[in-house]
């Protein structure tokens, strides 16, 4: 039977909006992981048969498929064809489903899935400037002048009862453990850095504490609980997988990671908009046969603070497997690249580890999320 393997993984690091990544074009940030790829596995580019690339904003210099920009700015063979695929925050987690379904099904033998934004250069935002135009059939089913996923962390905090200092807490958590793991060297082996721009994750904050966060205003509701800190950073990033047959590695003399066990999406509640991830886990283990107690890390993206919160408490995961390494609050959300970034944090973290099972998931707009369990093999 056949199967989907993760050979390597290799994410930039990830930069602050208008800092160091901010002066390199999504196109080439994206060569950049492809050619790490290569580089570190032996691939030959000419044998990738397909590039498929997560992108939110595909606008401005992210507009016109990135991803056979990507290839070509990386110098591949005209023959490496490229699609850029968006489901919002997940895409580049999407595409690592797709690239999965390829191989399974044997339609290609080689695909690299990954994704980038730019936040910097292209705005959030830039592909709808005057707003989401949704329809008045849809704002009138839900009984909402237009849907927001700042108002939705509110709602998801309100429902689960988590105050400010549960969520500033929990902020204060991931920076504290994504210190700790870039100054352990947790995150080298995954790092295509760029030297002389930027070497490791930028928005990590040292020494915070619930008083500095006090100080932070509401940012959706005058006597709200989210504020930026306590909110994923607006980022710029890439990652890429490389992703094939366990015999087709084989072949190539190459040792996979990991397997894609299981790869589920949901839909959820589109005015919340950030529950996705519960009902996606809930797919993702019935399809799987497996328990929650069974797998032993997890990424869930911290899009806001209440999204991983009310996931452990609906799911009764042990917080001590939920994002280890820190999240999104503390290192940032390049949307379309956060899927990639995600998966690469995972599969090196249980082979660092021993860990059999991960899972991954993450909200996305919409009210939609991926789930992902994969096998340290």
């Known amino acids: 039977m056949r199967d989907a393997v993760i050979v390597d993984a290799v994410r930039t690091p990830i930069g602050r909006r208008r800092g160091a990544l901010s002066g390199i074009h999504p196109a080439d940030l994206s060569a950049h992981v492809l050619e790490t790829l290569v580089e570190r596995t032996g691939i030959s580019?000419?044998?990738?048969?397909?590039?498929?690339?997560?992108?939110?904003?595909?606008?401005?210099?992210?507009?016109?498929?990135?991803?056979?920009?990507?290839?070509?700015?990386?110098?591949?063979?005209?023959?490496?064809?490229?699609?850029?695929?968006?489901?919002?925050?997940?895409?580049?987690?999407?595409?690592?489903?797709?690239?999965?379904?390829?191989?399974?099904?044997?339609?290609?033998?080689?695909?690299?899935?990954?994704?980038?934004?730019?936040?910097?250069?292209?705005?959030?935002?830039?592909?709808?400037?005057?707003?989401?135009?949704?329809?008045?059939?849809?704002?009138?089913?839900?009984?909402?002048?237009?849907?927001?996923?700042?108002?939705?962390?509110?709602?998801?905090?309100?429902?689960?009862?988590?105050?400010?200092?549960?969520?500033?807490?929990?902020?204060?958590?991931?920076?504290?453990?994504?210190?700790?793991?870039?100054?352990?060297?947790?995150?080298?082996?995954?790092?295509?850095?760029?030297?002389?721009?930027?070497?490791?994750?930028?928005?990590?904050?040292?020494?915070?504490?619930?008083?500095?966060?006090?100080?932070?205003?509401?940012?959706?509701?005058?006597?709200?609980?989210?504020?930026a800190g306590n909110s994923s950073q607006i980022s710029d990033g890439a990652g890429a997988l490389l992703i094939m047959t366990s015999d087709t590695a084989a072949e190539h003399g190459l040792t996979p990671i990991a397997r894609i066990h299981t790869a589920v999406v949901a839909g959820d509640d589109p005015v919340i908009m950030l529950t996705g991830p519960i009902a996606a886990t809930a797919k993702a283990l019935k399809r799987s046969g497996l328990s929650i107690g069974d797998i032993g890390t997890f990424e869930i993206n911290e899009a806001f603070a209440p999204v991983p919160l009310a996931w452990q408490i609906e799911t009764g995961a042990d917080p001590v497997r939920v994002n280890p390494l820190g999240g999104a609050i503390a290192v940032g959300h390049p949307l379309g690249g956060s899927g990639a970034i995600l998966m690469t944090r995972l599969v090196h973290h249980m082979r660092d580890n021993g860990i059999r099972y991960g899972l991954q998931s993450m909200c996305e707009a919409g009210g939609m999320a991926n789930a992902t369990i994969v096998e340290l093999i």
């Open 45 to 227: 580019p000419e044998q990738i048969d397909d590039v498929m690339w997560g992108c939110v904003s595909q606008a401005g210099e992210q507009a016109g498929n990135i991803a056979r920009t990507a290839v070509l700015a990386a110098g591949w063979p005209d023959s490496v064809p490229g699609t850029t695929v968006t489901r919002a925050c997940g895409s580049s987690q999407q595409t690592v489903s797709m690239a999965a379904a390829a191989v399974i099904s044997g339609q290609q033998d080689i695909v690299v899935a990954g994704g980038v934004e730019s936040m910097s250069r292209v705005p959030m935002g830039s592909a709808s400037p005057n707003g989401e135009h949704q329809p008045a059939t849809v704002l009138d089913r839900y009984g909402v002048e237009r849907f927001s996923q700042g108002i939705g962390a509110e709602t998801m905090a309100q429902k689960w009862s988590l105050g400010r200092t549960a969520l500033d807490e929990y902020s204060l958590r991931s920076h504290e453990l994504a210190a700790k793991a870039a100054d352990t060297g947790a995150f080298d082996g995954q790092l295509a850095t760029i030297p002389g721009v930027l070497e490791g994750d930028e928005g990590i904050r040292r020494g915070g504490s619930l008083e500095s966060m006090a100080a932070l205003k509401p940012a959706f509701a005058e006597d709200g609980v989210i504020h």
